[in-house]
């Protein structure tokens, strides 16, 4: 069965300041991959998707993130963070029979 | 453009008593329907999802149920509600042959 694993279950950057987020999978065939964004007491908005072609996709906010395929990973960055980039962050995968599995989630605190 | 709407926002209800949370979707035809639940600190758990009218899958059924009347209205319910059954709930909507699935703002459930 896919699997989704989120290492870090909370980090904190400096405002300004890069970030990673890590996001491992486990699954046969290239899955589709998400990152989505919650901020507190709300939904899950999509930040961006890898369905296929270039390996590097952009998202909103100023979000990337690179699939590699040999390490079945999906890490999202961000060169630049700000504080209102503070919220709660979901890899996800998606294999062709509608089963989406989500990640724990990672929870990031901007420092000023 | 595509709208999710999901009612109520909060709710606080006593142990024993009935639950409906509902969600609509606007500007597509034939979506899929999901209903995800968010326990506190922890990441997502498909509760039900929905091809098409009447067409209900169960992951976790629990003391939950979930009903399609509509092509787009998914409805969550409980006859009696538990105090495990405290969280926050997901409504979410993908297109049927689609592979992203897009979320409403979520409803905190309170069961004292």
């Known amino acids: 069965a896919q699997s989704v694993t989120q290492p870090d279950i909370h980090i904190t950057v400096s405002e300004g300041a890069s970030l990673e987020l890590r996001c491992n999978y486990s699954y046969g065939a290239t899955p589709y991959l998400f990152w989505y964004v919650q901020s507190p007491g709300q939904g899950l908005q999509l930040l961006l998707k890898y369905f296929s072609g270039d390996t590097l996709v952009q998202g909103i906010k100023g979000f990337e993130a690179e699939f590699k395929r040999s390490q079945s990973s999906f890490n999202l960055r961000k060169p630049s963070v700000h504080w209102s980039d503070a919220a709660e962050y979901f890899c996800?995968?998606?294999?062709?029979?509608?089963?989406?599995?989500f990640g724990a989630g990672t929870r990031l605190t901007v420092k000023p | 453009s595509q709208t999710i709407h999901q009612w109520p926002a909060t709710l606080v209800q006593p142990v024993g008593s009935p639950l409906s949370l509902e969600c609509t979707v606007e500007g597509t035809s034939n979506p899929n329907l999901y209903w995800y639940r968010q326990a506190a600190g922890r990441g997502l758990q498909l509760l039900f999802y929905s091809v098409g009218i009447g067409q209900i899958s169960s992951e976790v059924p629990q003391n939950l149920s979930a009903s399609r009347p509509q092509d787009r209205q998914f409805i969550l319910s409980s006859k009696k509600l538990l105090l495990s059954n405290s969280g926050f709930y997901l409504c979410a909507w993908s297109r049927y042959s689609g592979n992203t699935i897009y979320f409403g703002e979520g409803s905190w459930l309170t069961v004292v």
């Open positions: 996800a995968v998606r294999n062709n029979n509608n089963d989406m599995r």
